[in-house]
């Protein structure tokens, strides 16, 4: 492990870096628990970063994501619960000890240093030979294209050039594992889309593990190879940004990112019943026993309707609906739709629930459903049109609403 | 920011030169015209006069004394001050509020009973004092002078120092330890360069306080000539003496020393914290 830190100049940094380990295991988080003072923060985390990858965690603020990094960095000791980074238990190291590279939300650059001096401070308190360091700083300083600046102070510097000098900086003593503090948080929304590619191209040439934190999860989803979406403290689901988004394990998950619509239902005989109307799902009610309540759950992107119960190839009918608004949201066509449902005799509890990029709910019989634009201009609906609609994918998860209310 | 007048109606602003006329007419008589008055009577008898009551060599010995217990004195209280306020910005134990208002109390004391306390604990006959052999006696010696110097100016430097410590981000020593670095290294590297402008400060406020100080000195200094008198000491002495050409010398010297260590602290907080903004 000492390797770690020692610092190998004839090698190709960018091809050889990190070292390269049989386990791939890069970061691992084992069963992380913390409370400060009567709350609890973090509840029995866990979960990996492999060789290379870029794992992002995303969650609402005050979900414990900020304080899992500390943790992993050594700011922060965890009340039970191991840190292992590449095969080695780092959970009783300080901080300095453990080669960890962090990317603070305002950088936490020198303010009496320049850029250059900024950059060689990991080598410089390593007491590295002078060649070395200049080595270093020029490669770099190359590598965040920032040659130009490199005598400069940082509040000479833009946000986003701060930014590069604190990823240079860290990457200077070869961390093993980079970690993000909601890197993009202090920047306007332009200057945000365009640094994230080019921290992502960056981070693909250096391939050093990285962990980010966001509240963003469009930013989570371009930047992560996986995505751990942390809800209060625990661990919702662990997947690529695929799973997450089109496979939602959880309800939380489905209206953190995106917008879903909600539906309770009844899983029943290789359905999904929902009042008197019946969507086929075999495969997906599988889990569940007959008579279970099931919540379902589709993205607005994934319902098709039709005016001549025609529907696609691969589309299942849920029920028929009236259109009840028409709105252009620029790139694409956004309809609300309340459905044709009625309650079964016995049901008691409200039939529908439809969310739209939460925390707000609201109850009723409307579901939002969106269209591309071509499509929209090729197939014109008005307010009080009737429509089969259907779903191309959808979710089904147990409804744990009565037992937690999250 | 420009400032701009308030103007009740277009024209001649007749608030204007009033004001500023009954603010200078107020600052005359009980500042400047006292301070004007040293420097008049001063160089009245021509340069000459006033050459040789700096050289004499009791005032040439007093302006030295006096910076050097003064110096000794800023030494220690910016290097006390910035390890209390490191030790009392960085940890919590009980009791800390009550350590940070005892160390800020010399302010509210009067010089005088500050001496006389001094005197107290190490005359010969004092708590400390007794037990010190007639060679050991601190009191009526520079070292007396130090003490009292010390006494106070002891909250100068802490006082500007604490409230930097309090506002820096920890972040920055947090990225410094996640890169590798020691504690030590932490603050060498980090934190004191942030505090540069603070530390400058600190000492130059309380040097200044120090060369000035009266009340406390003449009690626990003993007054003697060439031996521990102090500038300002010296200044009272050759009034009573009625030698009022050496008193105005030395009070010149340090009228002007005082005007250019304020002039620094005045325009050059700028230049000494300029990264702050960041």
Redesign the interface.
């Known amino acids: 492990m000492k390797a770690q830190?020692a610092i190998a100049p004839d090698r190709d940094p960018h091809v050889s870096w990190p070292p390269d380990r049989s386990s791939g295991v890069a970061a691992s988080v084992r069963g992380i628990s913390k409370r400060f003072k009567k709350s609890r923060v973090l509840e029995d985390i866990s979960f990996d970063v492999a060789e290379g990858e870029s794992l992002v965690l995303l969650g609402a603020s005050g979900s414990g994501k900020t304080t899992i990094l500390r943790i992993i960095?050594?700011?922060e000791q965890p009340d039970s619960g191991r840190v292992i980074l590449h095969g080695k238990d780092v959970t009783d190291l300080?901080?300095?000890?453990?080669?960890?590279?962090?990317i603070?939300?305002?950088y936490?650059?020198?303010?009496?240093?320049t850029v250059e001096k900024n950059i060689a401070?990991?080598l410089?308190?390593?007491h590295r030979p002078r060649k070395e360091k200049r080595e270093t700083v020029d490669r770099l300083i190359k590598l965040v294209q920032l040659e130009q600046h490199r005598k400069k102070?940082?509040?000479q510097l833009s946000g986003g050039q701060q930014q590069r000098v604190a990823i240079a900086?860290?990457l200077a003593?070869k961390p093993q594992v980079l970690l993000f503090d909601e890197p993009f948080g202090a920047l306007d929304a332009q200057t945000r889309v365009h640094l994230r590619r080019e921290i992502r191209a960056l981070l693909r040439q250096v391939r050093v593990p990285s962990i980010f934190i966001t509240h963003d999860q469009e930013e989570a989803l371009e930047l992560g190879d996986r995505i751990a979406v942390l809800n209060d403290g625990h661990l919702e689901q662990v997947g690529t940004p695929d799973e997450v988004y089109n496979h939602p394990a959880t309800e939380y998950v489905a209206t953190f990112l995106g917008a879903a619509n909600l539906l309770l239902g009844v899983a029943a005989r290789g359905a999904v019943e929902i009042g008197t109307a019946r969507l086929p799902a075999e495969k997906e009610t599988r889990r569940f026993r007959d008579g279970q309540s099931v919540k379902l759950v589709f993205r607005p992107e994934d319902v098709r309707i039709s005016q001549d119960a025609n529907l696609p190839e691969g589309c299942r009918r849920l029920t028929n609906g009236v259109i009840e608004e028409v709105n252009f949201v620029g790139a694409y066509e956004r309809l609300t739709v309340r459905l044709d449902l009625t309650h079964r005799k016995g049901d008691t509890d409200a039939l529908y629930q439809v969310t739209i990029n939460t925390p707000e709910k609201m109850t009723g019989v409307p579901i939002i459903v969106t269209r591309p634009k071509p499509e929209a201009n090729a197939l014109r609906f008005k307010i009080g049109d009737r429509v089969a609609i259907g779903l191309t994918s959808f979710s089904v998860l147990p409804n744990y609403t009565l037992a937690r209310q999250r | 920011m420009k400032i701009t007048g308030i103007k009740h109606v277009s024209g001649f602003d007749v608030a204007r030169p009033v004001s500023i006329g009954m603010m200078l007419g107020i600052m005359l008589p009980l500042v400047l015209l006292p301070l004007l008055s040293i420097f008049v009577y001063g160089f009245g008898k021509g340069p000459g006069a006033f050459v040789s009551s700096l050289v004499a060599p009791e005032a040439v010995f007093a302006l030295k004394l006096s910076m050097a217990t003064s110096f000794w004195a800023t030494v220690f209280n910016v290097v006390f001050g910035l390890f209390a306020a490191y030790v009392l910005s960085r940890y919590d134990f009980w009791g800390r509020n009550a350590v940070i208002v005892t160390i800020s109390l010399p302010t509210a004391i009067p010089t005088a009973v500050a001496g006389f306390a001094l005197l107290l604990l190490w005359g010969r006959y004092g708590m400390i004092g007794k037990y010190l052999s007639e060679r050991q006696q601190i009191m009526f010696t520079p070292y007396a002078i130090i003490l009292a110097n010390i006494f106070v100016t002891f909250p100068l430097a802490f006082g500007v120092i604490k409230p930097v410590f309090d506002t820096m981000s920890r972040s920055l020593e947090e990225a410094s330890a996640t890169i590798g670095a020691t504690r030590w290294q932490t603050f060498w590297h980090v934190t004191l360069p942030s505090l540069r402008g603070a530390i400058v400060s600190g000492a130059l406020l309380t040097f200044a306080r120090a060369v000035g100080e009266f009340g406390s000195t003449i009690l626990v200094s003993g007054n003697l000539a060439g031996r521990t008198q102090t500038a300002p000491l010296y200044i009272f002495a050759k009034f009573n003496e009625g030698q009022i050409e050496a008193a105005n010398a030395i009070a010149i010297v340090l009228a002007l020393l005082s005007f250019v260590i304020f002039s620094v602290l005045f325009f050059a907080r700028d230049w000494l914290e300029f990264a702050q903004e960041a």
Request: hydrophobic share 40%.
């Open positions: 830190m960095a050594g700011l300080p901080a300095r000890e453990r080669g960890v590279g962090v603070f939300q305002a936490a650059l020198f303010p009496r240093m401070y990991g410089r308190i390593r102070y940082p509040w900086r860290t003593y």
